[in-house]
């Protein structure tokens, strides 16, 4: 396997350390840890070549179990649905992508979605296995996403975000508050909420901070411009929520919306406007803004 073939199996696969047990071969295992999926499903992988070894290459189905083997397999979803949404790239060179991802798609596989993510749309776009997302907005978030195409480079672009050396802004649209003082800066502790997938503010030492202003008012919604410090799950809508102004079309904040289904007329008016950074490569100032608009 080449290396280039190598890293894509890296990068767009899952990983399991087989786990204790019994099983003669590494088929066994696998049809004993994942029994949502068949063994038939299993075997016709096997047989595309969607299940490696830690070398990245193609087991078989009789390859002998051996506790704590390592094995790639790549997710699948039979009949995938369509996102019929369409993401743009505003920037591209050798070390750097940048993309503006639209409402819905998500950025990476995760339960459902597979084949429909950004990353996967990209890495056909630009025939790059490479590609990594430096960092992550929800599925429902709008905006710029940045992307490492080089493993050379990668490591110096993915410092920017835990030493706070990229500046990011978002827009949002929400009920007014206009008995809130602004701009402000909204600090609290996120912890997990309920259902599993919600966030929700604790007691304790705060791990979150928001910088907030208004900087367009339209009767009784405003256009807020958000800057967040930290970079926590769901932590501007939780923010926004608590101050009283839950985002315009949020489907889990303040309340969830039972069986929500997604509203492609409705989305969550929330977007990635802007990104700021010194390129840690080229030391170019770098400043890129999204070409999607929160409409009213």
């Not at 019994?22 to 063994?39: E, G, Q, Y």
């Not at 405003?222 to 939780?238: D, I």
Request: net charge neutral.
């Amino acid at each position: 396997m080449s290396e280039s073939a190598f890293s894509a199996a890296n990068s767009q696969a899952s990983t399991l350390y087989l786990p204790p047990g019994k099983w003669l071969t590494v088929l066994d295992c696998l049809c004993a840890h994942f029994s949502a999926i068949s063994r038939e499903q299993w075997l016709d992988r096997i047989a595309r070549g969607r299940v490696l070894d830690a070398n990245g290459k193609p087991v078989g189905a009789d390859l002998a179990y051996r506790e704590g083997l390592r094995i790639h397999y790549f997710r699948e979803v039979p009949n995938e649905t369509p996102i019929p949404v369409h993401e743009s790239i505003l920037y591209s060179d050798e070390h750097l992508v940048v993309a503006d991802k639209p409402h819905f798609l998500p950025v990476t596989p995760a339960g459902e979605y597979v084949e429909q993510t950004l990353l996967r749309r990209l890495i056909r776009r630009l025939d790059n296995p490479d590609l990594v997302p430096l960092h992550r907005i929800d599925r429902h978030t709008a905006g710029l996403v940045l992307f490492s195409a080089s493993k050379q480079t990668r490591s110096a672009y993915q410092s920017l975000f835990p030493t706070r050396q990229i500046d990011k802004r978002y827009e949002a649209i929400a009920p007014a508050l206009p008995g809130v003082e602004f701009p402000r800066v909204h600090k609290s502790r996120l912890i997990d909420g309920e259902p599993f997938f919600r966030m929700q503010e604790g007691e304790g030492v705060s791990n979150t901070e928001t910088a907030m202003e208004v900087c367009e008012r339209n009767g009784d919604l405003w256009r807020y411009a958000l800057y967040p410090v930290t970079g926590k799950k769901h932590q501007l809508r939780v923010h926004m929520a608590a101050l009283g102004a839950g985002i315009c079309n949020d489907p889990f904040y303040p309340n969830v919306l039972k069986d929500a289904v997604d509203d492609y007329a409705r989305p969550l008016k929330l977007l990635a406007q802007s990104l700021r950074f010194v390129d840690p490569v080229t030391r170019q100032q770098r400043r890129f803004e999204s070409e999607i608009h929160l409409e009213w």
